[in-house]
C-alpha cells in the first residue's frame, strides 16, 4: 500500500508539471503546485519571531533574534571587562619624560646637540723617548716627545727632540706644524722648525708626510728650507714587535741630509749623520713602559771631518735606559 501510495504521487505531480507546461492550470492543478519563492525584500528581520513560512505558518522552534540592540554583557562577560588604563603597572614616575633623569649628569637644553667624532677636539702627549744615553766618553740624556691638539683631519703638532748634559742643552729641534689627514693612515704636515743648542740656530719652512705605511711601518719625511739657501731633508722609521702582549721591541733609524754645507754647525753637504737602534720595552700600562736598548750613531762625509777636526768620534756604541710614556 505504501508503494502505490508513492507511485500516485508521482504521477499526479508529473500530470501537474505537463499542465503547467502547455498553458493549462486547473483548479485542482493550483491546489497542489509548488510553493512560490519568497521577496525576502519585504522581511523584517528585527523581529524573526513572527516570521512565516511560506504555507502560512509558524516556524518551528524559531527564537526571537533583535539584530537592532544586542543586550548587555553580564555574568562572565562583565569580568572580561578590561581597563586598558593600568595595564602599565601603575602610575608613571614624575620623571618618567626627564631627558636628565637617565643620562649621568649630561644635560640637554636648547643649544645643545649630538658632537660627532670630528666634531670634537682631543689632546695627546707622546713620549716616545726620554733617556740616559752611555757612550764610552761620557752619559748624556736625549728626548723626543710630540704633543698633539685638535680634530681628526686637522690638528696642530709640536715636535721636539734634542741632547742635555750638565743641565746644559746641547742640540735641539723644535718643530710646530699644521697636520691634515689625507687618507686613513696618513697625514701631511706643514709648519716651522728651529735648531737651538750650543751652535747658531736655524729656522726653517717644512712640509712633510707622516703614517703608517703597508706592514705596520711608521714612516716620517719632512723637508726644510731656510735662509741663505738652506736645504733639509730627515728621514725616520720604526717598527713594533710584539714579543709577548707586554714586552715590545722597537728597531728605529734616523737619517739627516743638508743640501749645502754650513761650518757654523759643523754640517756638511749630503747625507750628514745616521741612527739605527733597538730598545726593548714592557709595558706596565700601555701608557706607561721603561725599557733598555743599543744603537749605533755615525757621521759621513764632510760632518765627519768636522767631527775629527772638533776630536768627536764619527762612530759610536751606545747604550740607552728610559722611559716610554703617553696620555
Not at 528581520?45 to 553580564?74: E, L
Not at 712633510?208 to 711601518?217: D, E, H, M
Not at 715590545?248 to 749623520?273: C, F, H, M, T, W
Request: charged content about 25%.
Amino acid at each position: 500500500m505504501q508503494q502505490s501510495g508513492k507511485l500516485q504521487n508521482r504521477c499526479v505531480s508529473r500530470i501537474v508539471a505537463i499542465l503547467l507546461a502547455v498553458g493549462l492550470s486547473p483548479a485542482w492543478a493550483q491546489e497542489t503546485a509548488v510553493t512560490p519563492a519568497v521577496d525576502h525584500s519585504q522581511m523584517d528581520h528585527s523581529d524573526v519571531q513572527g516570521s512565516t513560512s511560506a504555507a502560512g505558518g509558524r516556524m518551528p522552534g524559531a527564537a526571537k533574534m533583535d539584530h537592532g540592540s544586542a543586550p548587555a554583557a553580564t555574568g562572565a562577560s562583565e569580568g572580561m571587562a578590561m581597563d586598558h588604563g593600568n595595564m602599565q603597572g601603575g602610575m608613571a614616575p614624575p620623571d618618567a619624560r626627564d631627558p636628565h633623569a637617565y643620562s649621568d649628569g649630561l644635560t640637554f637644553d636648547a643649544h645643545q646637540h649630538m658632537m660627532h667624532s670630528d666634531q670634537q677636539s682631543f689632546a695627546a702627549l707622546i713620549v716616545d723617548r726620554l733617556e740616559a744615553v752611555r757612550t764610552p766618553d761620557a752619559t748624556h740624556g736625549a728626548y723626543d716627545l710630540q704633543f698633539r691638539y685638535g680634530r681628526d683631519y686637522d690638528r696642530a703638532v709640536l715636535k721636539a727632540e734634542g741632547e742635555f748634559a750638565d743641565g746644559q742643552l746641547e742640540d735641539a729641534h723644535t718643530e710646530l706644524l699644521w697636520s691634515h689627514a689625507v687618507a686613513a693612515y696618513w697625514e701631511t704636515q706643514l709648519g716651522v722648525r728651529y735648531d737651538s743648542g750650543e751652535e747658531p740656530g736655524r729656522g726653517w719652512l717644512a712640509f712633510g708626510i707622516q703614517g703608517l705605511a703597508p706592514y705596520w711601518f711608521e714612516i716620517e719625511a719632512t723637508a726644510y728650507v731656510g735662509d741663505e739657501g738652506r736645504s733639509a731633508l730627515r728621514l725616520h722609521a720604526e717598527y713594533e714587535l710584539l714579543l709577548t702582549q707586554r714586552l715590545v721591541l722597537q728597531p728605529r733609524i734616523e737619517a739627516n741630509l743638508y743640501g749645502k754645507d754650513d761650518a757654523e754647525r759643523a754640517l756638511g753637504p749630503g747625507l750628514s749623520d745616521a741612527v739605527a737602534g733597538l730598545r726593548l720595552r714592557y709595558e706596565i700600562k700601555r701608557e706607561f713602559a721603561p725599557y733598555i736598548g743599543v744603537e749605533y750613531a755615525a757621521k759621513f762625509g764632510d760632518t765627519a771631518d768636522y767631527a775629527e777636526v772638533a776630536g768627536d768620534d764619527t762612530e759610536q756604541t751606545r747604550w740607552v735606559a728610559g722611559l716610554r710614556f703617553w696620555y
